[in-house]
């Protein structure tokens, strides 16, 4: 399930905190994708539509837990960034 979806953006993790670090994110969503596993998806303010964090191996990075996806962002975002959850039905 980590295959990049042909109309989501990647980026990797140092883009990303040069993105927070210039006031370029306006919003972080935590995506379920199947049961257990999340993608962090970013919405950037120069681009439509919304992006994702991709390893250094390519793909989509995803998180087996949501404790998981809060540790990282509590890593990466300093609180500024509203973060919206979007869960399975």
């Known amino acids: 399930m980590s295959d990049?979806?042909?109309?989501?953006?990647?980026f990797?993790?140092?883009s990303l905190i040069d993105f927070l670090e210039n006031n370029a994110v306006s919003e972080f969503v935590i995506v379920e994708r199947e049961p257990g596993v999340y993608r962090l998806e970013v919405l950037v303010t120069w681009r439509t539509g919304r992006s994702v964090v991709a390893p250094a191996r390519g793909g989509v990075?995803?998180?087996r837990s949501l404790d998981s996806v809060r540790r990282?962002?509590?890593a990466v975002?300093?609180?500024t960034?509203?973060?919206?959850?979007?869960?399975?039905?």
């Open 72 to 74: 990282f962002l509590a």
């Open 61 to 63: 990075r995803v998180w």
């Open 12 to 14: 990797g993790e140092a």
């Open 4 to 10: 990049k979806p042909k109309d989501l953006h990647t």
């Open 81 to 89: 960034v509203p973060v919206r959850l979007e869960l399975l039905p």
């Open 77 to 79: 975002n300093s609180g």
